[in-house]
């Protein structure tokens, strides 16, 4: 039986997460203590301790969702042996840590400066998302094509259910149309921007230069990515997707169809929360969906 190992996004966090790792496993304290060195504040303080309003700082949420995932990877050990490996978004960075191609350290600096690239680059524009369920996704994506305003489909997370991205004045555009069209909820979501959209190209070219000038390995299993959800072991396309995938859909929905056509019999995801489990099942229910 294949085993699938999947790494959550941004939005998983709640406040405590990994404290009980830090307290129970002097390896994951070890490592959460080199990540406040790394970081240069300590992230385990808001982590085990903060408010919510701590962790949806984009500098803490995405620093410390990896954390969680990776350091839980860590202290699984012979327990994980991946067949292959995904991350959602944030994930896949996660993913790859775990699976060998990214160091800790290096993984950890990479998502900082993303953090920091992408709060700068919706500060310069403001923008927004919007979760759209009960249509199927080519009419989503015609309708956003006819919109005269930036409004792009940004997660296709499982059938019936794509995240749209986009300006404030397409989104609402977006919405409006979309209910009309017969969708059951266009529900605008609290995030700092239009993430996976046109409007995060400063953000990609920011962190194309600190991807480009990071060392790369040969993950231990295949790589599902978001850009193609395809299996991926080549270091230059995997640099190359992560560097796309900031202004690109996160495409989950065709990910996990892919690993269930290529074998995956149970997917384990590894970090904060549980949606992934959840979108596991509405893609294929007699799949078995636990967490590590």
Not at 31 to 53: P, V
Not at 93 to 102: D, E, G, R, Y
Not at 212 to 218: G, K, V
Request: aromatic letters at 6%; charged letters at 20%.
């Amino acid at each position: 039986m294949k085993k699938a190992f999947v790494f959550p996004g941004q939005g998983a966090q709640f406040v405590g997460m990994g404290r009980e790792m830090y307290e129970n496993s002097a390896q994951a304290k070890e490592m959460f203590e080199k990540a406040n060195e790394i970081l240069q504040f300590r992230i385990t303080d808001l982590m085990f301790a903060g408010t919510d309003e701590d962790l949806r700082q984009t500098k803490v949420t995405q620093p410390a969702i990896f954390l969680h995932s990776v350091i839980l990877a860590d202290t699984l050990g012979e327990e994980f042996k991946p067949d292959m490996v995904a991350g959602h978004s944030l994930g896949e960075f996660s993913a790859l840590v775990a699976a060998k191609a990214l160091s800790f350290e290096d993984g950890l600096v990479l998502v900082s400066k993303r953090a920091m690239a992408m709060q700068k680059a919706c500060e310069k524009e403001p923008s927004t998302m919007a979760a759209i369920m009960g249509l199927e996704d080519k009419v989503v994506e015609d309708i956003c094509r006819e919109i005269d305003d930036v409004v792009v489909p940004a997660n296709y997370n499982s059938p019936g259910q794509l995240v749209i991205s986009g300006s404030i004045k397409g989104i609402d555009l977006a919405c409006i149309r979309l209910k009309e069209a017969g969708a059951k909820r266009a529900l605008p979501l609290k995030v700092g921007g239009a993430f996976h959209s046109p409007l995060m190209e400063p953000a990609r070219i920011e962190l194309a230069a600190a991807i480009n000038e990071t060392a790369i390995n040969s993950p231990i299993c295949p790589i599902y990515q978001n850009v193609n959800a395809q299996p991926v072991t080549d270091p230059a396309m995997i640099k190359a997707n992560l560097v796309a995938q900031l202004t690109s859909p996160v495409r989950w929905t065709q990910t996990m169809i892919n690993m269930i056509e290529d074998g995956a019999a149970k997917f384990i995801e590894v970090g904060p929360g549980t949606v992934l489990q959840g979108l596991v099942r509405k893609v294929n229910q007699d799949i078995e969906a636990v967490s590590a």
